[in-house]
């Protein structure tokens, strides 16, 4: 399987070859509790993970003198496999499994997941044969999304070049952004845009109330810690603003300095409306882990048969390049 990490760290079985139709993931969606943080850690840092027996039972490492430190097995292949994975594992009817870090400029992106119903141990040479591969997969990938980077970035330079030098008032600058608001919204995707500078709101779209903007801006300032940051659901606080346009539920936010008067903050906004959508995940999510009959221990989930969930109350999340082209904007 080849598989993408979302921004959640959830998981999408983008492509995939199986030689049995029970346990055929194509499609399907993982949620993140699956790959916990501290797994995407080592996946982060080692170019693969093999583990030949998910049965196997680990072997206890003794020190020369007995009471030994414990051992930073990360770069280790022997490392053994923690209770609650090769339970997963077992779930997932893996007796085996070899997975292949997926490292996009410097990045861990996604994996490739390769199961099998019996113990199996992969020959050494085979696995950095494997490792080539995805590297090779991975420069072309990169290339790729670098050309059409570069794309989106000609078209934001000649959608911004009439507003080069721009200079006067900042009731000036609103007046010469309002003409190309709905420009620069298209090439980010969204529905409308917004530019407020000095409690002046310019806006896309005549229906958005400009008292709004002000108050998405005031909550924006005060608890937004990156100058570009999206949402595609607005947060808790934000969403009685939106009451009064129920068009807004995603959002995209981009604060810059404007050093030709006097370094002040200049909010754009840019929007996109509800969209319901269906994603299908491999088990109900919201069940990350199942109470063992008669104990209190957490245990793997048992079912990863498709399970739909309807979603509602957010946008169309906002992919890699439109972050790419606002945070070139914000620049």
């Not at 909550?219 to 937004?224: G, I, L, R």
């Amino acid at each position: 399987m080849l598989y993408e990490f979302k921004v959640d760290w959830s998981g999408e079985v983008l492509a995939e070859r199986a030689t049995r139709s029970k346990g055929a993931y194509l499609g399907l969606r993982f949620p993140a509790s699956d790959i916990p943080a501290i797994a995407r850690a080592l996946y982060a840092r080692t170019p693969y993970r093999h583990i030949p027996d998910v049965n196997r039972e680990p072997i206890v490492i003794r020190g020369a003198s007995g009471s030994g430190r414990a051992l930073d097995l990360t770069w280790s292949d022997l490392r053994s496999v923690s209770p609650v994975h090769r339970e997963y594992l077992s779930n997932m009817r893996v007796a085996a499994s070899f997975s292949v870090s997926v490292i996009v400029e410097g990045k861990l992106w996604g994996l490739v997941a390769c199961h099998h119903p019996e113990p199996l141990r992969v020959p050494v040479a085979t696995r950095l044969r494997c490792q080539e591969l995805v590297s090779r997969h991975v420069a072309t990938l990169t290339a790729h999304r670098r050309r059409i980077q570069n794309v989106r970035l000609e078209r934001l330079e000649d959608v911004l070049a009439p507003l080069a030098g721009m200079s006067g008032t900042t009731a000036g600058l609103t007046d010469r952004f309002q003409n190309h608001l709905a420009d620069i919204a298209r090439l980010l995707d969204a529905e409308a845009g917004a530019i407020l500078v000095d409690d002046q709101v310019a806006l896309s779209r005549a229906q958005d109330d400009p008292d709004l903007i002000r108050r998405m801006h005031d909550w924006c300032v005060a608890n937004q810690s990156e100058s570009v940051a999206a949402y595609e659901r607005l947060p808790e606080a934000m969403r009685p603003l939106s009451q009064t346009s129920k068009s807004i539920r995603g959002l995209l936010s981009i604060g810059v300095r404007a050093k030709r008067h006097g370094n002040l903050l200049v909010g754009f906004y840019f929007f996109r409306p509800e969209e319901s959508m269906e994603i299908a995940w491999a088990g109900n999510p919201e069940k990350p882990v199942e109470t063992t009959e008669g104990s209190v221990k957490l245990s793997p989930r048992h079912s990863f048969d498709k399970w739909v969930e309807v979603r509602t109350g957010f946008s169309r999340p906002w992919d890699q390049l439109t972050m790419f082209t606002a945070t070139q904007l914000q620049r």
